[in-house]
């Protein structure tokens, strides 16, 4: 297990903003950062850092926490993952006591596969390396395609023998369960009745060149194998199957050594094999990643989303597979993102290319040979159309299309206009023609089958709203209190009588004035009435913050925010962000100035004490209304009835609400 000064060190040392900037694309907002959230489809900014608190919140889907919490919540990382990765980014030297038996037995099955994948990593790479038929065959392979020892070993690239069994068998004489290997694809398991065990193993990527996948924080979810011999029953390129952590439609390749460029360039290249990430980071240009042979998906788009809002495809000259990847581009328009494209020379790809020129050759010619996807398509496919109306026609219609995915009223009506100028046609028409496309669209989502029943459809969207719990409502404006001010001194004004308030008249209750430490008003008020939190988060961070109290008389609000009990953390950091939420709409800007609530503190506190003794006080009442049908006790019942309704009276007047 990992210490608890390693855990102290990390969270002293680590920046949330730093960390989740590798992630997110943030934009300077005032003290904080914000950009869009990495968990919800969105297009106006919800997520807000805050550097001076050390958390993040994510108002779409209601997530918050620390830096710790993010990478558990992004990279599906345990705690201990995300220490370990805080650690190593930072150069903290992990101390470590001795696990027990139990607790190795109790690594969960996606800890194991990652585990098997980063030994596979590791034994391929050094098979390439240091193995003869790896040097002879592997090593030679990329040699021959350019690719320098240090792009070899910043990629991790690797090599499998061209053996049956060689990985599978080093790996079960290491310890590694055969359960892992399987489930992970690395090695493909088969009834054998006549083996000991039941079953034989084989190596899945036998003979291949190895490009290990990667994670957005760098762990390895799977692998592509290219094989090196003309074997017309094997595919060229193999990828890892589907499993628990490695999920093709939401992975890009090159995405982990990609991530920073692409947000400081604000700029994504998108190209199709490894070889073409790796030959343009080798060429210097880092901000390249690709879908790996396969479809574009939207989970692929909202990753590069994150990041920056432009793409840049980049095609070879094979027109065959330009317009089988074409359909992408639709797809990039719908999510809100802006596409430009570069063709290459015939018979050049993004790889050969970028070995034929320099760095600043390649940089110039992608500059120069970007074009917007209009100009791309009519490129492509005018030649053929030009003598033939209906072809044209056919090809302006497909323009439009693809512009009706825009959702950007604004960059619609300027793609319209760039579509008229190209093609030489009327804006009306293109206009009229939009329209009834958005028209057909809006028909087909009628007349899909799970519309068929539309009262039922429009139910199940109505969101039911629960009735709010007034007395929960009050506890939480404490808990945010103590969060915020619990350290502060303010003036508080108390109102005392003769008679301890049994004197109705007004005239006699006087105010008294006397300073004191918000928390502690709060806890001698709430101690006095015996008041029980009845929501379980707010009385677990109420004796939390008791705690500090009694043993430093300051609350660590850092504690409260990096606990142990994750719905602890998580409701701190919404609480301590809540009072950010302007910030993303810009009131200032429109003039519109958030009041300073230090000025009201004395008031905040007060007014928060004394509702929920009102609520209290109605609840006894209700309480008692229900009794008065016991005969013996009604005249007393009564009595206590009127006593807490006179001092429900008085709470009113101090909350100065008209009853």
């Known amino acids: 297990m990992i210490s608890r000064s390693t855990i102290d060190k990390v969270f002293e040392t680590a920046r949330v903003e730093e960390v989740i900037g590798e992630f997110v694309q943030l934009k300077k907002s005032g003290s904080n950062f914000k950009g869009l959230s990495p968990f919800s489809e969105e297009r106006s900014p919800s997520f807000m850092v805050s550097p001076v608190k050390q958390i993040w919140k994510d108002f779409s889907s ?21 220490i370990r990765f805080l650690a190593k980014k930072y150069n903290i030297e992990i101390e470590e006591t001795e696990q027990s038996d139990e607790q190795k037995h109790q690594a969960d099955e996606r800890e194991s596969m990652f585990i098997v994948s980063e030994f596979a990593r590791d034994y391929f790479h050094e098979t ?88 957005m924080s760098g762990r390895v979810l799977g692998f592509g194998g290219r094989i090196l011999i003309n074997d017309k029953k094997a595919a060229k390129y193999l990828n890892s199957p589907e499993s628990e952590i490695y999920h093709k439609g939401n992975v890009l390749y090159g995405i982990y050594y990609a991530k920073q460029s692409i947000a400081k360039e604000d700029n994504c290249f998108l190209v199709e094999g490894y070889t073409d990430v790796i030959s343009f980071n080798q060429a210097g240009i880092e901000n390249v990643v690709s879908s790996s042979g396969t479809a574009l998906s939207e989970n692929q788009i909202r990753l590069i989303n994150r990041l920056t809002k432009n793409i840049t495809i980049l095609f070879d000259g094979d027109a065959a597979g330009m317009r089988a990847s074409i359909r992408g581009i639709d797809l990039i328009l719908e999510q809100g993102l802006n596409v430009k494209v570069v063709m290459f020379p015939d018979g050049d790809d993004p790889d050969s290319f970028s070995k034929k020129v320099t760095t600043q050759e390649l940089k ?24 033939d109306p209906v072809k044209k026609a056919g090809l302006i219609r497909d323009i439009v299309v693809s512009i ?107 105010k008294v004035k006397f300073s004191n430490v918000v928390s502690k008003e709060i806890y001698l008020n709430l101690h006095d009435d015996e008041v029980e939190f009845t929501h379980e988060t707010f009385k677990n961070i109420y004796y939390e913050i008791i705690y500090q ?33 302007h910030v993303l709409s810009n009131w200032e800007r429109r003039d519109i100035f958030i009041r300073s609530k230090k000025s009201d503190l004395s008031k905040m506190v007060l007014d928060a004490i004394y509702n929920i003794r009102r609520i209290l006080i109605e609840q006894k009442i209700n309480s008692l209304i229900t009794e008065v049908g016991i005969e013996e006790e009604r005249d007393k019942i009564m009595e206590s009835i009127i006593n807490y309704n006179n001092l429900k009276q008085r709470l009113f007047e101090r909350l100065n609400r008209v009853v």
């Open 364 to 387: 110039e010619y992608l500059k120069q040979n970007s074009k917007d996807f209009i100009n791309f398509k009519v490129a492509l496919l005018m030649e053929e159309a030009q003598h």
């Open 404 to 510: 009706s995915k825009i959702p950007d009223r604004i960059q619609r009506e300027v793609y319209i206009q760039e579509c008229s100028r190209i093609m030489d046609i009327s804006e009306n028409v293109l206009f009229n023609e939009l329209a009834q496309i958005d028209k057909k669209e809006q028909r087909d989502a009628a007349n899909r089958p799970f519309q068929e029943k539309p009262t039922e459809a429009i139910m199940q969207k109505t969101p039911q709203f629960e009735k709010v719990n007034e007395l929960q409502k009050y506890e939480r404006e404490i808990i945010k209190i103590l969060l915020l001010y619990g350290n502060n001194e303010v003036d508080f004004v108390d109102f005392v009588a003769g008679d301890e308030l049994a004197d109705h008249d007004s005239q006699s209750i006087k």
């Open 62 to 82: 209601g997530k918050g926490g620390n830096v710790v919490t993010f990478l558990m919540e992004q990279e599906h990382y345990s705690y201990p993952e995300a």
């Open 549 to 581: 109290l009694n043993q430093d008389e300051t609350i660590s609000v850092d504690m409260l925010v990096n606990h142990a009990n994750s719905e602890v953390a998580n409701l701190v950091t919404t609480i301590l962000m809540d009072d950010e939420r």
């Open 128 to 215: 390439l390396l240091e193995n003869m038929q790896g040097k002879a065959i592997g090593l030679s392979y990329f040699k021959e395609r350019g690719f320098t020892d240090e792009t070899i070993r910043k990629f991790q690239l690797g090599y499998s023998l061209n053996e049956w069994d060689a990985f599978s068998s080093e790996a079960l004489n290491k310890g590694y369960n055969l359960k892992y290997l399987e489930s992970t694809g690395l090695t493909i398991v088969k009834d054998d009745l006549l083996s000991s065990t039941g079953t034989k193993q084989f190596d899945r990527f036998k003979g291949r060149v190895m490009f290990p996948i990667h994670s």
